[in-house]
């Protein structure tokens, strides 16, 4: 596969960054996004172990051990976040948390940072925060609500590649999944061989970097240090979008849940067959 270089600036103004970035819909790593936040200096694991050490949290291993095709995952373990918290400190770990909603728990962190106007139609009222330990990654995938995805790192360093929809065959797409099988930390094209055929994005994030991600995008995550993020998400403002986006958490996931339980094996051999079908008539 190929990965370009993905764009970088530290500064870049909200009315350069609509025209050339998002309406065209163009990953982009900058800095500005997050630069009037409270956040970027108060946010560590200090302030995290001291505020809100208590606050139980779902803790996930490695996606490599998790069942190959179901979307929903059950979490390997519940700890307090501040020892979760001191495991990334330890060393490597495999365990991560996503889609952490601390604000449920601490309210007043929602006046640490702000929704800047790079982009419209945020949903405030999800904004997430990912862990995670050296080591760890995060499975190849697109977002089912196909929002526009901004995402913050405070602390530590970590790989992003990203694809555009559509590479989406030759990635080996699941049926009615937004998940990809392809092991991005070890590429096999002997197993995938379409993957030959990729063009992506690559780009490594540092704290105070912001990657715009967007809508429907396929993204592979690896943490080359432990760290954390959080991502601020604006829906897409297309209607077809919207319909797709509707289509996926109301029809497509739903039916992927219940043939899961009616014929999980038979559902998940068909689907790894099928993925392997389409993508290889790219070749």
Not at 41 to 49: A, C, G, N, V
Not at 107 to 119: I, V
Not at 177 to 204: T, W
Not at 243 to 248: D, E, G, Q
């Amino acid at each position: 596969m190929k990965l370009l270089t993905l764009d970088r600036v530290d500064y870049i103004s909200k009315e350069d960054f609509k025209q050339h970035y998002f309406l065209p819909q163009k990953p982009l790593v900058f800095k500005s996004f997050s630069e009037n936040w409270k956040a970027r200096e108060l946010w560590t694991y200090d302030f995290f172990k001291k505020d809100a050490g208590d606050v139980p949290v779902d803790v996930f291993g490695s996606w490599t051990k998790n069942h190959p095709t179901k979307i929903s995952r059950t979490p390997q373990k519940v700890m307090p976040f501040g020892e979760y918290l001191s495991l990334l400190e330890a060393g490597p770990t495999e365990y991560r948390l996503f889609l952490f909603d601390l604000f449920k728990h601490k309210p007043e962190y929602r006046k640490h940072f702000d929704f800047p106007d790079f982009a419209p139609a945020w949903v405030k009222t999800h904004p997430f925060l990912f862990f995670g330990g050296e080591g760890s990654d995060v499975r190849l995938h697109f977002d089912l609500d196909l929002s526009n995805v901004f995402l913050t790192q405070f602390a530590g360093k970590k790989r992003v590649v990203l694809f555009a929809p559509d590479q989406s065959e030759s990635l080996y797409k699941q049926p009615f999944s937004s998940h990809s099988n392809v092991d991005m930390r070890n590429p096999d094209d002997q197993k995938f061989p379409a993957i030959k055929n990729l063009v992506g994005y690559e780009c490594e994030l540092s704290r105070g970097d912001t990657v715009f991600m967007p809508s429907g995008y396929w993204h592979y995550i690896q943490y080359t240090t432990s760290g954390f993020s959080m991502a601020l998400r604006c829906l897409n403002t297309s209607y077809t979008q919207k319909a797709r986006a509707a289509y996926n958490v109301l029809v497509m996931k739903t039916i992927d849940d219940l043939l899961s339980k009616m014929a999980d094996e038979r559902w998940s051999a068909y689907k790894l067959r099928k993925a392997k079908e389409v993508a290889e008539r790219t070749l």
